[in-house]
């Protein structure tokens, strides 16, 4: 099933929101690269098909479900990592929500705190846990998938622009306390990105056409497109880039 573009032979890889869009091009092409892809996302199901589709392909790859804005949850997904595996090389913080779409003076409560518990507690929990198993096997790589609107906020998606800009600072501070052990933590930023999570956006022809035409290729991107970019980052090709916030924005890489 490999490609041979990076080797991560023997690496274990956990993805969160890998069941659909920009988390399963990556588990895809991780699992292409030799690591044992844990595929993982709020439903077995969606996750299993992925894994299925990953070993039928040649590849290794289990499912493991796990709500990242579920505490409970991320600690029994790393005491099974642990367990079975006794260490985690790769940690991909993809999973997210954005349950509110419309102007910021009308987010309620409800929405504000899911989306605060998945995009800001769910990934700074998860990386202390991935943290600690790296730490103690001697290095690893943790990406963040945040959002251009993490530089910019959306119109209309304002409490999910403030935990992806929450999301880059997260990923320098982890940079700068893990880097002695060995844990390089980086962040992707994708601009408008064709998936089921962004069908609001294409949805809305007005903000579509906008957020497009910001964009120097005057396109979006699609998820196969920000898988690249991850698998460089936790490949040993990287082995210096630590705390960077990578832009990739209709086809642009900055």
Known sequence: MTTNLFDLSGKIALVTGASR????AIALLLAEQGAHVIV????????????DKINSAGGNAEALACHVGNMEQIEDTFATIADKFGRLDILINNAATNPYFGHILDTDLGAYS?????NIRGYFFMSVAAGKLMRA????????TASVNALQPGMAQGIY??????????????AKECGEFGIRVNALLPGITKTQFAGALFADKAIYQKAVENIPMKRHAEP??????????????SSYTNGECIVVDGGLTI
């Open 21 to 24: 869009g920009i988390g399963e």
């Open 40 to 51: 993982s996302s709020r439903k077995i199901d969606g996750c299993q098909l992925v894994a």
């Open 114 to 118: 899911k989306t605060v518990d998945v």
């Open 137 to 144: 096997n001697g290095g690893g790589a943790i990406v963040n």
């Open 161 to 174: 622009s403030i935990t992806k800009a929450a999301v880059v600072n997260m990923t320098k501070a982890f």
């Open 224 to 237: 196969n497109e920000m898988a690249g970019t991850v698998l460089y980052l936790v490949s040993d090709a």
